[in-house]
């Protein structure tokens, strides 16, 4: 596969300098950027595959084995009878799952974070980094839950946060549960 890449790059510069002949003018990729394939070899290729390999499985050691369900919630739904016994029969169906949460310290994050304590389930809290990201900490924080592959979301009733994390899950394909009332 490296050959044929290698023979591509290789035609693509040749082209590159007849249309320069040709047209007086350099020529310049639609999209992306012109990188000097020269200089790209093999090795260099081979060792950016082996990086990035290096970087997905640290990530995975992070992430303890057993499906994975995001749950978000507002911070003003409490009802936690209703979260504790969704969240009950959820792990009755997944008796090894992991809960992904938003970390929020109120709410309904809140609830499920003390349901998995007592309950005995890994969870994960997702907070926003607010230095970082400002305005757009809970978002990119949806981003980065959704980046695990959850087999579903939990959205309980909150604001747009929990929208735009259904919103993106359903375009994902994976399965959302809606609860509470009024949705979220």
Same mark, same amino acid.
């Given at each position: 596969?490296?050959?044929?890449?290698?023979?591509?790059?290789?035609?693509?510069?040749?082209?590159?300098?007849?249309?320069?002949?040709?047209?007086?003018?350099?020529?310049?990729?639609?999209?992306?950027?012109?990188?000097?394939?020269?200089?790209?070899?093999?090795?260099?290729?081979?060792?950016?595959?082996?990086? !990035?390999?290096?970087? +997905?499985?640290?990530?995975? /050691?992070?992430?303890?084995?057993?499906?994975? $369900?995001? #749950?978000? *919630?507002?911070?003003?739904?409490?009802?936690?009878?209703?979260?504790?016994?969704?969240?009950?029969?959820?792990?009755?169906?997944?008796?090894?799952?992991?809960?992904?949460?938003?970390?929020?310290?109120?709410?309904?994050?809140?609830?499920?974070?003390?349901?998995?304590?007592?309950?005995?389930?890994?969870?994960?809290?997702?907070?926003?980094?607010?230095?970082?990201?400002?305005?757009? !900490?809970?978002?990119? +924080?949806?981003?980065?839950? /959704?980046?695990?592959?959850?087999?579903?979301? $939990?959205? #309980?009733? *909150?604001?747009?946060?929990?929208?735009?994390?259904?919103?993106?899950?359903?375009?994902?394909?994976?399965?959302?549960?809606?609860?509470?009332?009024?949705?979220?």
């Amino acid at each position: 596969m490296i050959e044929r890449r290698n023979a591509m790059e290789l035609f693509r510069d040749q082209a590159a300098d007849r249309f320069e002949a040709h047209t007086g003018s350099a020529w310049r990729p639609r999209t992306g950027s012109m990188v000097n394939h020269r200089a790209l070899t093999a090795a260099m290729v081979d060792s950016r595959e082996f990086l !990035a390999a290096r970087r +997905r499985a640290e990530t995975e /050691l992070l992430v303890p084995a057993g499906p994975k $369900i995001a #749950f978000t *919630g507002g911070a003003d739904f409490n009802d936690h009878q209703l979260i504790w016994s969704t969240l009950d029969k959820v792990r009755a169906k997944h008796p090894d799952m992991v809960l992904i949460h938003g970390g929020s310290p109120t709410g309904a994050e809140r609830i499920a974070a003390r349901w998995a304590d007592t309950r005995k389930v890994t969870h994960i809290p997702f907070k926003p980094d607010w230095t970082r990201h400002a305005k757009a !900490a809970p978002f990119k +924080r949806n981003d980065q839950i /959704l980046e695990i592959l959850p087999i579903g979301v $939990i959205v #309980f009733p *909150g604001s747009g946060i929990q929208e735009n994390l259904a919103d993106k899950a359903r375009k994902l394909g994976i399965p959302v549960w809606r609860f509470g009332a009024g949705g979220a």
